[in-house]
């Protein structure tokens, strides 16, 4: 009974503490906090950043002056995380966590890569621990951006864009991946396994977009084509394919084929697609 008792007083201490802990105040920070993430290639990009607000203050060239530099954000450091090997405006970066600093510049700005990730603003920054410096040139925008943004654009499998938008500027960062040896390598290595079970749609999209062996990928939408005789997609990219290689009676020939599949199993979107390929070969 004595050991029941010291076991419910303890139950409801560790209620109270809980409760109360929960119920503390708080305050939310002036400048929010967000994660993005991006798909890239065969692994991702990580950005987090805190999101200062104009408040009807000068930006660049006011709070932030022109050649000093910039957390590129609020708070605590940016950090940049690629989970492979990436190419960042021509430049190979290794996979790994770097702070994203910048340097402002009313035609001009330097992004920084450093190799301390994690610091408080710039107050400890040193140019010494730098991975990579480049210029880019920044962009006027023409609707107001209150706060801080960050988002990517013009994805693909092989290149993104990052902007970095604040007040009326833009400042655009290009990417890409560094990973094609490796991602054809694994296309090779499935494409050798089950026929049924081989990745037909990525490997062909992968070789046509990427300017790799047509002639390869034109073999596997042969392939794909008996495994699913109606089906309108494989049609859309033996058709594309034609029309990349320069065979523009074959490819309007074979989109036709996928028009008709497309009209027969009701996929519009398939219609519109083998349409399109039909009006540019014929352009």
Not at 10 to 27: F, S, V, W
């Amino acid at each position: 009974m004595k050991k029941r008792f010291i076991y419910l007083c303890i139950m409801l201490m560790a209620c109270a503490t809980l409760k109360t802990y929960a119920q503390e105040p708080r305050i939310p920070e002036a400048s929010s906090t967000q994660t993005i993430i991006q798909d890239f290639g065969l692994g991702k990009i990580t950005i987090t950043y805190s999101r200062p607000n104009v408040k009807g203050r000068k930006i660049f060239g006011g709070i932030n002056p022109y050649g000093e530099v910039w957390r590129t954000g609020a708070n605590a450091a940016t950090t940049i995380s690629f989970s492979e090997n990436v190419i960042v405006e021509g430049n190979k970066v290794p996979m790994g966590t770097y702070a994203l600093f910048s340097i402002p510049g009313e035609k001009e700005w330097t992004i920084i890569l450093n190799k301390t990730a994690k610091q408080w603003g710039a107050y400890s920054y040193k140019q010494s621990d730098d991975l990579l410096r480049f210029k880019v040139k920044p962009i006027d925008v023409k609707e107001k951006r209150e706060s801080l943004t960050m988002q990517f654009a013009n994805s693909t499998t092989k290149s993104t864009d990052l902007y970095i938008v604040w007040d009326h500027t833009g400042v655009p960062i290009h990417m890409q991946t560094d990973d094609d040896l490796q991602i054809t390598a694994n296309i090779e290595k499935l494409m050798q396994g089950d026929v049924k079970k081989r990745p037909y749609f990525n490997a062909i999209q992968y070789y046509y977009e990427n300017d790799k062996d047509l002639n390869k990928a034109m073999t596997w939408a042969l392939e794909a084509e008996k495994l699913e005789p109606k089906g309108p997609w494989y049609k859309l990219w033996k058709a594309r394919i034609q029309l990349k290689m320069g065979k523009k009676a074959e490819a309007i020939a074979t989109a036709q084929e996928g028009v008709r599949l497309a009209k027969e199993s009701n996929d519009d979107e398939y219609v519109r697609l083998n349409e399109a390929v039909i009006g540019q070969a014929k352009n």
